[in-house]
């Protein structure tokens, strides 16, 4: 309900009046009330009537909600309503857990533009330790110095995407913010993508170093042929692999896109071969031997690129590695990204230029063919 009050000023004018002015005051059971003050009565009660016919719409709502709720509270509400059907829910934990230390008591309308551009610049130019003193799994030695790492830009990225999620919800789902104030804040220009693949001689001396682990040896095998992530290989599961035809499903992937990887060659028979030797309780085309999980392969892996003495390079460069074959052998982006189970052509741009030689042959035959 609205009141006007009239108000007179204490002091005269140069005229010797006193000055009048009328505050209207708009209140609503459980919000803040709104003042405003004009120079005229009328004005003062067209301003209350439009007040009040904005919160008869709901349209203070998400204004009077974000001075009340904070930060925190959105992070959790979202954590627990939606981090559970995501993938990669643990790093993103990880961020929103930094964002609730950095600003959880902050309420939503104090979470500007401004205020997530200046944490912006904290994270890329920050440092942060990857050990934990003192805890019970980490490798620092005791009395030893934590070794400081900076953010890439990439990494700057993520925590932005994840507080964004956040307040996009805020925004769509719970009406608690009038408008996501991420939509205005720019992220961090990315370096052009990693190129790190095996050569002839790498491939040959990885291969054999995986050899001796019949289980790593079949999951290097697959990676190169198909161009699989790791973590798509964990999730396999036999029924989703038909010998017959030759192809296997991916249900779980990092789009949520259903993929088919064509098996041929050294992938179809490591997979026929390890089919002929499982349980028939195993449905996990790779499973942890000894456990109920799937295939913890980053200490075999790492040990046989010791042995094989290969530096610079991690198991997501098999998949680079695929890609870079397949534009060395004449595919096009849109092939790679077919095989790849890539949404763009963005991501696979990076390979284009390994493809030269067989660009160059298209031309020269066009060449031929047209104008010779």
């Given at each position: 309900m609205a009141t006007i009050r009239r108000l007179v000023s204490r002091s005269k004018t140069l005229k010797g009046r006193r000055k009048v002015t009328y505050q209207a005051i708009v209140r609503r059971a459980g919000m803040e009330a709104?003042?405003?003050?004009?120079?005229?009565?009328?004005?003062?009660?067209?301003?209350?009537?439009?007040?009040?016919?904005?919160?008869?719409?709901?349209?203070?709502?998400?204004?009077?909600?974000?001075?009340?709720?904070?930060?925190?509270?959105?992070?959790?509400?979202?954590?627990?309503?939606?981090?559970?059907?995501?993938r990669s829910a643990k790093s993103l934990a990880g961020q929103l857990n930094w964002w609730k230390r950095r600003a959880g008591e902050l309420t939503l309308s104090k979470i500007t533009p401004a205020f997530i551009s200046e944490v912006k610049s904290e994270l890329a130019t920050g440092y942060f330790v990857r050990a934990t003193p003192g805890s019970k799994h980490t490798s620092l030695k005791e009395g030893a110095e934590a070794k400081q790492f900076r953010r890439s830009p990439a990494t700057v990225n993520r925590y932005l995407q994840a507080l964004g999620s956040v307040l996009t919800h805020c925004e769509r789902e719970w009406a608690w913010m009038h408008q996501n104030p991420m939509r205005k804040v720019r992220k961090l220009k990315q370096p052009q993508g990693?190129?790190?693949?095996?050569?002839?001689?790498?491939?040959?001396?990885?291969?054999?170093?995986?050899?001796?682990?019949?289980?790593?040896?079949?999951?290097?095998?697959?990676a190169l042929s198909t161009g699989a992530r790791a973590g798509e290989l964990r999730a396999?599961?036999?029924?989703?692999?038909?010998?017959?035809?030759?192809?296997?499903?991916l249900h779980q992937t990092k789009n949520e896109d259903r993929r088919a990887l064509t098996l041929s060659g050294p992938a179809l028979a490591q997979l026929a071969a390890r089919h002929k030797v499982?349980?028939?309780?195993?449905?996990?085309?790779?499973?942890?031997?000894?456990?109920?999980?799937?295939?913890?392969?980053?200490?075999?892996?790492?040990?046989?690129?010791?042995?094989?003495?290969?530096?610079?390079?991690?198991?997501?460069?098999?998949?680079?590695?695929?890609?870079?074959?397949?534009?060395?052998?004449?595919?096009?982006?849109?092939?790679?990204?077919?095989?790849l189970g890539h949404r763009t052509l963005n991501m696979v741009k990076r390979y284009s230029h390994l493809g030269e030689q067989h660009v160059a042959g298209v031309v020269e035959r066009m060449v031929s063919a047209k104008l010779a």
């Open positions: 709104r003042y405003a003050t004009f120079p005229s009565r009328s004005e003062a009660e067209r301003w209350a009537q439009a007040e009040e016919g904005k919160w008869a719409t709901n349209k203070h709502f998400p204004d009077e909600l974000a001075r009340r709720k904070r930060l925190a509270e959105a992070i959790d509400r979202w954590m627990r309503e939606e981090l559970p059907s995501k990693r190129v790190r693949y095996l050569s002839d001689a790498e491939r040959e001396k990885l291969l054999e170093a995986c050899r001796e682990d019949p289980q790593l040896y079949a999951f290097v095998i697959l396999l599961r036999w029924r989703d692999v038909d010998l017959g035809l030759g192809r296997a499903i499982r349980t028939s309780d195993d449905e996990r085309v790779f499973p942890q031997l000894g456990r109920d999980a799937p295939y913890d392969y980053d200490k075999p892996f790492r040990a046989a690129l010791s042995r094989a003495a290969i530096k610079d390079f991690r198991f997501h460069d098999l998949r680079h590695t695929a890609a870079s074959w397949l534009a060395m052998t004449g595919a096009t982006t849109q092939e790679i990204a077919a095989v």
